[in-house]
């Protein structure tokens, strides 16, 4: 039984969330009437709770029902009308002594929190099914694998800004003089396809590739045409092969769009600076024109793409042709869209339209297919464009990566222009990883949380590992959060084999390992223990979340359903934390409550409202609940 409450922390026993748990219905119809619960402990002084809404504007309290304890549970439940397409709610709670509390999505509070703080529950919000167990994996195609050596670019292919591509061997070192966006390695569609068994075997469901449309760079972000496949690629018919082993497998993937700019040999481009009066030159910010133009962050080989003309929209997502919506269709049936720099995305000085064309881009996506998966690059705060009406997802960096990169590494930010990164000293605390983390979470719709894009590392950001100075064990804990935390999961290409980065322009990008004799196997077999749980196990995937401990090098959460619980450790001190109790009867979890470690089989029960743990090194450990 749960007897642990006193004057000081019965508060800690709160608790509720957006996942089933808590909610009848997650996912309601407009009009419908669901209930949802509030847990405190049976012997927290709680004389009453009001349910408080704000139907229209005008603030509405409603008084909830107490159950009989169970278990030193006690639950209050209430009806909360779906009256809105977002509806906000929050709990007041009335204690015996003449306290009032407030309960809402960022925790407890003695003062009237802001409405953004409330829990919300969106109306006839369609979640795409199949993100709730994948697990995705990036490729950035160029150095994945080279199935078609035909295919290399050639010099003789084409001349880019007075240069010529070169292919160069397989994991050889950019060559001195050499310009990066114009040296290939010879990746393509072909090699990925011919790795789908590799995939498949480490358990990932699906792929997300950077950007496979014609371009001059390896990068491919300077696009010259959204509507053809790059022909180093391998072209539409490589894609077509893909299209199909994928489908084979049950396995599904989304591609990386560039809608923010284009490259200056696209058609619209080079028609917008020869002739003026063209509909195209609409489509591009001219300072000066013809040749003094906006490019993204300055850069003149990407033209950045004015969304104040209508036309543009027309067709890059509201034609029934245009690229966003046909690649959706058979036969190449993309699953979805990773946007580069969404958050810059229409936004140019007194033009800021980056919600209204997010809008538009979501309606013409999902009415073409439903369970298409719209998720944008973000690297800041993207909460405003994550309340079900713009993106489906963000890669989280700023709500997980950023948070559990500071933790172990120390706070990094930079810009450009800024001489040298801002650094602290020494890793943030483990209360500020928590509040980073909770504050993202709690600012946004739950079935929305579900959905983003959980990530440790990209194309775009140094290998962990790398960073981490090549500690295994922090590694394994960072891995073990991306898992478990809610969000999709995505692994970065070589990660699962040990690769590092490697000194260049762009060191993360660095060529696959196919020799077999220089992959870390212990680490593959982690991987794949660790996919393989994250699939099967329906808490990680739909489960609520609970931050159960902070301590000074400690964070451990719980994810929860009604069948089971998932307790999750992360220990960062290379000093061993001792054998002993983790306070958890918080979370609801019953004296006797046995607990079995997924990776050592270690056992653990609770006892006085503790875990009783046994000495916890450095790293990541996961404690499943043993009926």
């Known amino acids: 039984m749960l007897n642990h409450t006193t004057s000081i922390h019965w508060r800690d026993s709160i608790h509720h969330d957006g996942s089933a748990r808590y909610v009848s219905n997650p996912y309601p119809a407009f009009g419908e009437t669901i209930t949802v619960k509030i847990r405190v402990a049976t012997n927290a002084p709680v004389q009453a709770v009001y349910l408080r809404t704000e139907p229209d504007g005008e603030q509405h309290f409603a008084e909830m029902s107490a159950h009989p304890p169970e278990k030193g549970l006690r639950w209050w439940q209430g009806n909360l009308h779906i009256n809105e397409p977002t509806v906000h709610y929050r709990f007041v709670i009335l204690t015996q002594a003449g306290e009032v509390w407030h309960y809402g999505a960022m925790g407890l509070t003695n003062y009237e929190p802001l409405d953004r703080a409330d829990f919300q529950i969106l109306a006839d919000y369609h979640a795409p099914a199949w993100l709730f167990d994948a697990v995705f994996y990036q490729i950035f195609p160029d150095t994945f694998r080279n199935g078609d050596p035909s295919n290399d670019p050639k010099p003789e292919d084409f001349e880019y800004r007075g240069r010529r591509p070169h292919t160069i061997g397989w994991g050889e070192a950019l060559p001195h003089g050499m310009m990066y966006g114009q040296t290939y390695y010879g990746g393509d569609l072909q090699g990925i396809t011919q790795s789908l068994d590799y995939l498949a075997d480490l358990g990932v469901t699906a792929l997300y590739l950077t950007p496979i449309f014609k371009a001059y760079s390896c990068h491919r972000y300077d696009v010259a045409d959204y509507d053809t496949v790059d022909p180093s690629l391998g072209g539409e018919s490589a894609l077509l092969h893909l299209a199909e082993g994928l489908a084979a497998r049950g396995m599904r993937y989304i591609f990386d769009m560039v809608p923010n700019h284009c490259g200056p040999k696209h058609y619209w481009f080079e028609t917008a600076i020869t002739q003026p009066d063209s509909i195209e030159r609409d489509f591009f910010i001219f300072h000066h024109y013809p040749d003094d133009y906006m490019g993204w962050l300055g850069y003149k080989s990407l033209v950045k793409l004015n969304f104040t003309s209508q036309e543009l929209r027309r067709r890059m997502y509201g034609m029934e042709n245009a690229p966003?919506?046909?690649?959706?269709?058979?036969?190449?049936?993309?699953?979805?869209?990773?946007?580069?720099?969404?958050?810059?995305?229409?936004?140019?000085?007194?033009?800021?339209?980056?919600?209204?064309?997010?809008?538009?881009?979501?309606?013409?996506?999902?009415?073409?297919?439903?369970?298409?998966?719209?998720?944008?690059?973000?690297?800041?705060?993207?909460?405003?464009?994550?309340?079900?009406?713009?993106?489906?997802?963000?890669?989280?960096?700023?709500?997980?990566?950023?948070?559990?990169?500071?933790?172990?590494?120390?706070?990094?930010?930079?810009?450009?222009?800024?001489?040298?990164?801002?650094?602290?000293?020494?890793?943030?605390?483990?209360?500020?990883?928590?509040?980073?983390?909770?504050?993202?979470?709690?600012?946004?719709?739950y079935a929305v949380a579900l959905q983003q894009f959980n990530l440790i590392g990209s194309h775009d950001t140094p290998r962990l590992y790398s960073l981490l100075?090549?500690?295994?064990?922090?590694?394994?804990?960072?891995?073990?959060?991306?898992?478990?935390?809610?969000?999709?999961?995505?692994?970065?290409?070589?990660?699962?084999?040990?690769?590092?980065?490697?000194?260049?322009?762009?060191?993360?990008?660095?060529?696959?390992?196919?020799?077999?004799?220089?992959?870390?196997?212990?680490?593959?077999?982690?991987?794949?223990?660790?996919?393989?749980?994250?699939?099967?196990?329906?808490?990680?995937?739909?489960?609520?979340?609970?931050?159960?401990?902070?301590?000074?090098?400690?964070?451990?959460?719980?994810?929860?359903?009604?069948?089971?619980?998932?307790?999750?450790?992360a220990q960062r001190s290379q000093n061993p934390r001792p054998a002993g109790g983790m306070t958890v009867w918080q979370g609801g979890i019953a004296d006797g409550t046995c607990f079995v470690e997924y990776f050592s089989g270690h056992s653990a029960v609770v006892e006085n409202g503790q875990l009783m743990l046994p000495s916890l090194g450095q790293g990541g450990t996961i404690w499943m609940r043993k009926d």
């Not at 699953?335 to 979501?362: F, P, S, T």
């Not at 998966?373 to 464009?385: K, P, V």
Request: charged share 25%.
């Open 469 to 569: 100075h090549h500690n295994e064990n922090l590694l394994r804990l960072a891995v073990i959060l991306q898992m478990t935390f809610p969000g999709v999961p995505c692994v970065y290409y070589g990660d699962e084999i040990g690769m590092q980065d490697r000194a260049g322009i762009e060191p993360s990008r660095d060529c696959m390992i196919w020799d077999e004799k220089r992959w870390n196997h212990d680490r593959l077999t982690f991987y794949r223990k660790l996919i393989t749980l994250r699939r099967q196990n329906v808490t990680l995937q739909r489960g609520g979340f609970q931050i159960l401990a902070a301590e000074s090098d400690m964070f451990a959460y719980q994810r929860e359903d009604a069948h089971n619980n998932v307790i999750v450790i």
């Open 324 to 445: 966003f919506r046909r690649w959706l269709r058979p036969p190449y049936s993309v699953d979805g869209w990773r946007v580069d720099v969404g958050n810059m995305l229409g936004r140019a000085g007194k033009d800021q339209l980056n919600g209204e064309v997010l809008r538009e881009m979501r309606q013409a996506i999902k009415e073409t297919n439903p369970d298409a998966y719209f998720m944008g690059e973000n690297f800041h705060d993207a909460t405003a464009q994550l309340q079900g009406d713009q993106w489906d997802g963000v890669m989280n960096y700023r709500g997980f990566t950023k948070p559990l990169k500071d933790w172990l590494l120390g706070y990094n930010r930079g810009s450009v222009g800024l001489n040298k990164p801002i650094q602290s000293a020494s890793p943030t605390p483990t209360d500020a990883m928590q509040g980073a983390m909770q504050t993202q979470l709690g600012v946004i719709p």
